[in-house]
């Protein structure tokens, strides 16, 4: 039988993988996936996703290939794979696609989403998506610095030490669009871009954060640095686009 390129829609709580990469000694979403499939189809099926997401981010539509030459109907394959994944990995959807898709490379932008709850108790069934943030924020501070993230940048000082800087590709990146709402006791992060460096969109948060401490002197452009990491349990990859 020919070989089938098979697309998967995957969603995942990240909170207890060591991200989506696979590691030798650390369980991951990626090196799951591959198990399970190898378990289903008797052989080692390598599942090219679209990017990393770090250690206790979670994926609401993460997009991720494979190819395999069994003759098992996608729909059956699906169900399988979800019957024995763990329950915090589903997949929603599996279909075909053209063999000179990559998902990686294909993908046009992303968008991911960040999320702080603002009040001083934080539900125990909100606490493991969500930076739990009570103190005093000038939030018209955070609203204007994040709009000026949108844009052409230079993204180097809100990126973390990459095993990849040693390619020397640039850190330059286009964003769409970069915006902060409150709502409820709650904000919300959007970011949507051409592609994002370690770390880049949890360190943006935390530079927000401190515009909003009033530690960002001038919000209206970028700070020359950026601030603490933001915890990785609140960042959500929401789409990829083609």
């Known amino acids: 039988m ?16 060591a991200g989506w990469q696979r590691q030798p000694s650390a369980r991951t979403v990626q090196g799951v996936v591959e198990d399970i499939l190898a378990r289903l189809l008797e052989k080692r099926t390598p599942v090219i996703g679209s990017g990393r997401t770090d ?9 991720a290939a494979f190819t395999f030459d069994n003759p098992i109907p996608l729909l059956n ?5 979800n019957r ?6 589903r997949v929603l959807s599996a279909e075909e696609f053209p063999p000179e898709f990559h998902p990686r490379f294909d993908a046009k932008a992303k968008t991911y989403e960040y999320r702080i709850v603002r009040g001083e ?10 930076h739990h943030y009570p103190y005093p924020l000038q939030e018209d501070r955070m609203v204007l610095l994040a709009r000026v993230f949108e844009g052409e940048h230079d993204f180097t000082a809100f990126a973390a030490a990459d095993e990849r800087d ?12 970069s915006t902060l709402e409150t709502s409820g006791g709650r904000m919300t992060y959007r970011i949507r871009g051409s592609g994002f460096l370690k770390h880049m969109v949890r360190n943006i948060v935390g530079t927000l954060i401190e515009a909003g401490k009033g530690n960002v002197e001038d919000p209206s452009s970028l700070p020359p ?4 990491t933001a915890p990785a349990k609140g960042l959500f990859l929401v789409n990829v686009e083609y």
Do not use: M, N
């Open 2 to 17: 020919a070989a089938r390129p098979t697309l998967l829609l995957l969603q995942y709580d990240g909170g207890s993988f």
């Open 55 to 63: 250690a206790g981010v979670h994926a609401l539509e993460q997009v």
């Open 77 to 81: 394959l699906r169900r399988a794979v």
């Open 84 to 89: 024995l994944l763990p329950p915090a990995i």
């Open 121 to 130: 108790v934080c539900s125990p069934f909100e606490w493991p998506y969500a």
């Open 166 to 177: 040693a390619e020397g590709k640039s850190k330059v990146r286009c964003v769409f669009g």
């Open 225 to 228: 640095r950026c601030g603490p």
